[in-house]
């Protein structure tokens, strides 16, 4: 495993396709961040990737626009295959990639995912796709079933590695890398480095460049954090106080809490305060999630 610096400061210098170019100067991208930096010119040279890095950071980006790149839109055989996590992180996924492949013609993506009708999917994949997105268990499915064939496949995602390690899915990951061909570019990106998910790397990369970005910068520079002690009893009084004080409640706010029960409780206790919101945990179906992700990017949460 080799690690290597690249002299990069725009996305210009990449080489990258003029169609994405201007899709990603009507974004507003302006620099290119450290994973980018690093990844991109790694993943356009055909090089494997083992990428240490968090969300927030850039990481879509860094092996979307490689892979739109490369892609060969008269092929309509899956040419890159994308694992994530969790359905709402597939996506998530593919919407940036139908953003970036906004002025290119012939592309079809497709997320691919547990809750929704397997049916619809073999018809997307029947009409020929070139990227597929997807959680591993339904990706299985699909390769078990022939809906899905890989033989084109040119390059492989693992997104949020060490999330499918916390998940349970390794075992459904090592499948499935077992039944892609033999040549074809593989990128793994994890946050952390557990000895599971660094064993998964020496198995399935080959030669591959470490892109680790320092750890002082593993946090997002553009996101404010901070915390604050308090006791139970005082926390919606501060939220709310953040909520007044520290934020922009013309623009969506997400908060995460650890339970269940607790995210329906502070839920109602905002609604109580006057404030829009709504609660998304596991209790909700898959379409219930989907309109309410929907809903909060179009500012319709009420």
């Not at 694992?83 to 592309?107: M, N, S």
């Not at 075992?171 to 074809?184: F, K, M, N, Q, Y």
């Not at 908060?255 to 006057?274: H, M, N, P, S, V």
Request: charge should be neutral.
């Amino acid at each position: 495993m080799q690690a290597l610096e690249v002299a990069v400061s725009s996305f210009s210098q990449f080489g990258l396709k003029d169609e994405l170019l201007r899709a990603i100067n009507e974004i507003g991208y302006e620099t290119p961040s450290p994973i980018q930096l690093k990844t991109i010119p790694l993943l356009l040279d055909n090089r494997d990737v083992l990428g240490q890095a968090q969300t927030g950071t850039g990481k879509t980006a860094a092996f979307a626009l490689p892979i739109l790149s490369k892609l060969d839109p008269k092929l309509r055989e899956v040419q890159s295959l994308i694992l994530t996590p969790t359905r709402e992180l597939a996506i998530q996924v593919a919407e940036a990639f139908h953003t970036y492949a906004k002025f290119l013609t012939g592309v079809r993506v497709v997320p691919i995912y547990g809750g929704q009708p397997i049916h619809q999917q073999i018809k997307h994949l029947q009409k020929g796709v070139q990227i597929v997105v997807g959680t591993p268990g339904r990706i299985i499915d699909h390769l078990q079933r022939g809906s899905l064939d890989l033989k084109a496949l040119k390059t492989m995602v693992l997104d949020e590695a060490d999330e499918m390690l916390r998940m349970g899915f390794l075992d459904d990951v090592e499948w499935i890398l077992s039944h892609t061909p033999a040549e074809h570019q593989t990128a793994l990106f994890s946050a952390t480095m557990p000895r599971e998910i660094k064993r998964i790397s020496e198995r399935h990369l080959k030669n591959s460049v470490n892109v680790e970005i320092e750890r002082k910068t593993l946090t997002v520079p553009n996101i404010k954090q901070f915390y604050i002690n308090v006791i139970e009893s005082q926390k919606p009084d501060v939220l709310t106080r953040i909520l007044e004080t520290e934020l922009n409640l013309d623009e969506a706010v997400l908060i995460f809490d650890r339970t269940k029960i607790g995210c329906a409780e502070l839920t109602e206790k905002l609604q109580a305060r006057g404030y829009a919101a709504e609660a998304m945990h596991g209790d909700l179906s898959q379409t219930q999630r989907e309109n309410l992700i929907r809903r909060l990017r179009n500012g319709q949460v009420e």
